[in-house]
């Protein structure tokens, strides 16, 4: 079965860390692109972050940049969301997706998603 799963969301106070893996199943993640995405009620979903399948390249949206860091160990067929310094704001499901292309440019065109962890940011 194909599949990605989330982990590694929860409940944590503003000024926290958190951090986010994707582990793929039923495909080698190598060679794609993976996009972080997370979606508040309410709100359009939003592209976090994306990771080149080598994981040479990374783009960060302007509401995260400096805080938060994509990596991936493409041996553990795994990505990472590394989230400091949490605002109340970045409540919101977070979802990965693997894109059809190796680059990080056009992660958001996918082909799998993850059902998606909760990442709630409150004291």
């Known amino acids: 079965q194909l599949q990605l799963v989330e982990s590694g969301g929860g409940l944590v106070q503003p000024g926290g860390s958190l951090r986010l893996s994707c582990a793929a199943s039923?495909?080698?993640?190598?060679?794609?692109?993976v996009g972080w995405f997370r979606q508040a009620p309410g709100k359009d979903r939003e592209r976090i972050s994306c990771?080149?399948?080598?994981?040479?390249?990374?783009t960060y949206a302007d509401s995260v940049k400096g805080r938060f860091t994509i990596s991936r160990n493409n041996a553990r067929n795994t990505v990472y969301l590394q989230m400091n310094s949490l605002k109340p704001e970045a409540s919101a499901v977070y979802y990965c997706?693997?894109?059809?292309?190796?680059?990080?440019?056009?992660?958001?065109?996918?082909?799998?998603w993850g059902q998606g962890t909760q990442v709630t940011v409150s004291s």
């Open positions: 997706a693997a894109a059809y292309s190796a680059y990080s440019a056009l992660c958001t065109v996918t082909k799998y």
């Open positions: 039923g495909f080698a993640l190598d060679h794609s692109a």
């Open positions: 990771i080149s399948s080598s994981g040479s390249a990374a």
